[in-house]
């Protein structure tokens, strides 16, 4: 069994009086993919929020490389590297800039050399001084994927990474991921798509209410719930997916 | 920090535009003011249009790449790397006072240019820190804009609407053009009472009481405007 690089205890969350997230707990190993998915206004933002240290939760534990966000923040923003929903780099800085940026940031020193490796690595080599805002949605990601992994953090996390993007491109962050998972990388990953949690997660968890209501690998879900009327009822060509278990158990009824 | 510093230093750069619009209005007041030099005084001209450029800074430069920044989730990025929220402040502020600096410095020559205006060495000097001390004013009315208002577009179009109010009324105001009890108001809202001591510093032979009074105005202001805009300021646009 790998160390766990994030280990969320009884996390809750509130927002007033509306309790977000409950008694949340989790973790993610070194060399392990692991997806929480979760309709909208589950949880699955306010938690990853939480383990971002954007957002201070009522009560719970966590640990990030072992570093305990709330007594150690930077330590433990030190030790992953975070790729948020939108692209959020200044649309003014070129490639090369941004790398330069967060490399600064993390203190990752990088010679002409390095960073012409970088841009190697997401297929940017002859894009390094083209501005952010005139990337591509794609190449964006890749940019934003690589900052994530500028200083090699034990933990990455990926806040639906894949949205919008085409499905060549979708496959080939597919493949990153999977590599990172091979160089002992673990990754936290939200997604909308059951298609990608099922590819590319070796273990997911399904968050309803502010509450995980199941976790397991992919296969192992599948197989557990596939007996459930709930499940059978959502299942739509016979055979039963993780879609048909997560209808299953969050519910038909289309969330805000 | 250097890192971040080079980051605002050229996010600023490629926006140069936006210098040039604010320094457009002081070079106007330059040259079209011309012929009141004499009658008004260059220390005067020369701190309104310094007032009008610290005005443009804080409300049009400052609040908008805030607004913009904060709407686009750089600061969120930011947030999420070991980078302390101070030090991403801090490193916007260093842009802003080199702003301030080169409004200032283009003023002076501008003056110089158009108008003739010259000060003494210590003229000049106190005139930089003057230009400073008013600028705090205006970056901390900035802060307040972008910490009351979350949407980039309403904090775009609110503090251009400040901007014209203030540059209107305090311009005309001061001159009497809108009657003695609003130049009265106006010799102590913020674009007096900055107006006062940079026209005081040009000619520090005239400093007197009501430069100290009006000194006093602007540091309360500045001081205020900030910690009610750093206290009221969310990181995220999202509600």
Redesign the interface.
């Given at each position: 069994m790998n160390e766990a690089v994030l280990e969320v205890t009884g996390l809750n969350i509130f927002y007033g009086n509306f309790q977000a997230v409950k008694e949340v707990s989790f973790s993610v190993n070194a060399g392990e993919i692991f997806g929480l998915l979760g309709p909208n206004g589950a949880g699955k933002t306010s938690t990853l929020s939480a383990v971002?240290?954007?957002l201070m939760p009522a009560s719970g534990k966590i640990l990030v490389g072992g570093y305990d966000n709330a007594k150690n923040p930077?330590?433990a923003?030190?030790n992953?590297g975070?790729q948020?929903?939108?692209t959020?780099?200044?649309?003014?800085?070129t490639v090369t800039?941004?790398i330069?940026?967060?490399?600064?940031?993390?203190g990752v020193t990088l010679t002409e050399e390095n960073l012409q490796e970088v841009l190697l690595s997401i297929k940017l080599q002859n894009d390094g001084g083209k501005?952010f805002g005139q990337l591509s949605g794609g190449q964006q990601q890749r940019v934003s994927l690589v900052i994530a992994m500028i200083h090699q953090p034990p933990l990455v996390l990926l806040d639906e990474p894949t949205t919008g993007l085409d499905p060549q491109s979708r496959r080939q962050l597919w493949e990153r991921m999977e590599y990172l998972r091979g160089k002992g990388h673990g990754i936290l990953l939200t997604t909308h798509s059951m298609e990608e949690a099922e590819s590319v997660c070796d273990r997911i968890a399904i968050i309803d209410h502010g509450q995980i209501v199941a976790t397991d690998v992919p296969a192992r879900l599948i197989e557990k719930n596939r007996d459930r009327p709930e499940v059978i009822k959502a299942s739509r060509r016979g055979k039963i997916t993780l879609e048909d278990v997560f209808i299953g158990l969050t519910g038909q009824e289309i969330r805000s | 920090m250097?890192?971040?510093l080079?980051?605002d230093f050229?996010?600023q750069w490629?926006?140069r535009k936006s210098f040039i619009l604010i320094l457009i209005v002081p070079v106007i007041i330059l040259m079209s003011w011309k012929g009141l030099v004499d009658k008004l005084g260059g220390a005067f001209v020369l701190a309104n249009c310094i007032t009008v450029g610290l005005t443009a800074i804080g409300l049009m430069g400052y609040s908008n790449s805030v607004a913009r920044?904060r709407e686009?989730?750089?600061f969120?990025?930011?947030?999420?790397?070991?980078?302390?929220p101070g030090a991403i402040m801090i490193s916007r502020l260093c842009v802003q006072l080199a702003m301030i600096l080169l409004m200032t410095t283009a003023v002076f020559i501008g003056g110089n240019y158009f108008d003739k205006i010259t000060l003494s060495a210590s003229g000049y000097l106190m005139g930089y820190i003057s230009a400073f001390i008013g600028g705090a004013v205006y970056l901390g009315l900035g802060q307040m804009v972008v910490g009351l208002i979350k949407n980039a577009e309403t904090v775009h179009s609110t503090s251009r609407l400040i901007y014209f109010i203030f540059i209107m009324v305090g311009m005309f105001g001061e001159l009497g053009v809108l009657g003695k009890q609003i130049g009265e108001l106006v010799k102590y809202s913020p674009y007096g009472t900055v107006k006062h001591i940079l026209a005081s510093s040009f000619q520090p032979a005239t400093w007197d009481q009501s430069s100290f009074i009006a000194l006093l105005f602007t540091i309360c202001y500045a001081v205020v405007f900030s910690i009610l805009g750093i206290r009221w300021f969310r990181?995220?646009a999202a509600k």
């Amino acid at each position: 069994m790998n160390e766990a690089v994030l280990e969320v205890t009884g996390l809750n969350i509130f927002y007033g009086n509306f309790q977000a997230v409950k008694e949340v707990s989790f973790s993610v190993n070194a060399g392990e993919i692991f997806g929480l998915l979760g309709p909208n206004g589950a949880g699955k933002t306010s938690t990853l929020s939480a383990v971002e240290g954007l957002l201070m939760p009522a009560s719970g534990k966590i640990l990030v490389g072992g570093y305990d966000n709330a007594k150690n923040p930077r330590n433990a923003r030190a030790n992953m590297g975070v790729q948020l929903q939108a692209t959020s780099f200044q649309p003014e800085l070129t490639v090369t800039e941004i790398i330069r940026l967060y490399g600064g940031i993390y203190g990752v020193t990088l010679t002409e050399e390095n960073l012409q490796e970088v841009l190697l690595s997401i297929k940017l080599q002859n894009d390094g001084g083209k501005r952010f805002g005139q990337l591509s949605g794609g190449q964006q990601q890749r940019v934003s994927l690589v900052i994530a992994m500028i200083h090699q953090p034990p933990l990455v996390l990926l806040d639906e990474p894949t949205t919008g993007l085409d499905p060549q491109s979708r496959r080939q962050l597919w493949e990153r991921m999977e590599y990172l998972r091979g160089k002992g990388h673990g990754i936290l990953l939200t997604t909308h798509s059951m298609e990608e949690a099922e590819s590319v997660c070796d273990r997911i968890a399904i968050i309803d209410h502010g509450q995980i209501v199941a976790t397991d690998v992919p296969a192992r879900l599948i197989e557990k719930n596939r007996d459930r009327p709930e499940v059978i009822k959502a299942s739509r060509r016979g055979k039963i997916t993780l879609e048909d278990v997560f209808i299953g158990l969050t519910g038909q009824e289309i969330r805000s | 920090m250097t890192s971040l510093l080079r980051a605002d230093f050229t996010t600023q750069w490629r926006n140069r535009k936006s210098f040039i619009l604010i320094l457009i209005v002081p070079v106007i007041i330059l040259m079209s003011w011309k012929g009141l030099v004499d009658k008004l005084g260059g220390a005067f001209v020369l701190a309104n249009c310094i007032t009008v450029g610290l005005t443009a800074i804080g409300l049009m430069g400052y609040s908008n790449s805030v607004a913009r920044d904060r709407e686009k989730g750089i600061f969120q990025r930011l947030r999420v790397a070991p980078v302390a929220p101070g030090a991403i402040m801090i490193s916007r502020l260093c842009v802003q006072l080199a702003m301030i600096l080169l409004m200032t410095t283009a003023v002076f020559i501008g003056g110089n240019y158009f108008d003739k205006i010259t000060l003494s060495a210590s003229g000049y000097l106190m005139g930089y820190i003057s230009a400073f001390i008013g600028g705090a004013v205006y970056l901390g009315l900035g802060q307040m804009v972008v910490g009351l208002i979350k949407n980039a577009e309403t904090v775009h179009s609110t503090s251009r609407l400040i901007y014209f109010i203030f540059i209107m009324v305090g311009m005309f105001g001061e001159l009497g053009v809108l009657g003695k009890q609003i130049g009265e108001l106006v010799k102590y809202s913020p674009y007096g009472t900055v107006k006062h001591i940079l026209a005081s510093s040009f000619q520090p032979a005239t400093w007197d009481q009501s430069s100290f009074i009006a000194l006093l105005f602007t540091i309360c202001y500045a001081v205020v405007f900030s910690i009610l805009g750093i206290r009221w300021f969310r990181w995220n646009a999202a509600k």
